[in-house]
Nanobody
Framework: QVQLVESGGGLVQAGDSLRLSCAAS????????MGWFRQAPGKERESVAA??????????DYGDSVKGRFTISRDNAQSTVYLQMNSLKPEDTAVYYCAAHSPYRSTYDYWGQGTQVTVSS
């Protein structure tokens, strides 16, 4: 079992930056694919970023709406994944969720409780 706890959300103004953290419990964190998702009221859940181990290196993937503004990173020693969000826009307002899955699966099995990010114009 893996437990995920997000932190770092809050209320910011457009153009500001914010860093989300997701602390994971459980073994073999370094092998897990970690992802960030978000869901705004009335909208479907959206994949924001993911970081996975492939062919001997970590690779990051981003949703089109955040490319160039958000950066996902991980600290395996701390079992933590981060989402650095720069140049925030009001449309980035959502509940942000951290998720994880083992390298043997292709769907996310573990989810955090979410953290609210609100960007005012």
């Amino acid at each position: 079992q893996v437990q995920l706890v997000e932190s770092g959300g809050g209320l910011v103004q457009a153009g500001d930056s914010l860093r989300l953290s997701c602390a994971a419990s459980g073994r073999a964190f370094s092998t897990y694919t970690m992802g960030w998702f978000r869901q705004a009221p009335g909208k479907e859940r959206e994949s924001v970023a993911a970081i996975s181990w492939r062919s001997g290196s970590y690779y990051a993937d981003y949703g089109d709406s955040v490319k160039g503004r958000f950066t996902i990173s991980r600290d395996n020693a701390q079992s933590t994944v981060y989402l650095q969000m720069n140049s925030l826009k009001p449309e980035d307002t959502a509940v942000y969720y951290c998720a994880a899955h083992s390298p043997y699966r292709s769907t996310y099995d573990y989810w955090g409780q979410g953290t609210q990010v609100t960007v005012s114009s």
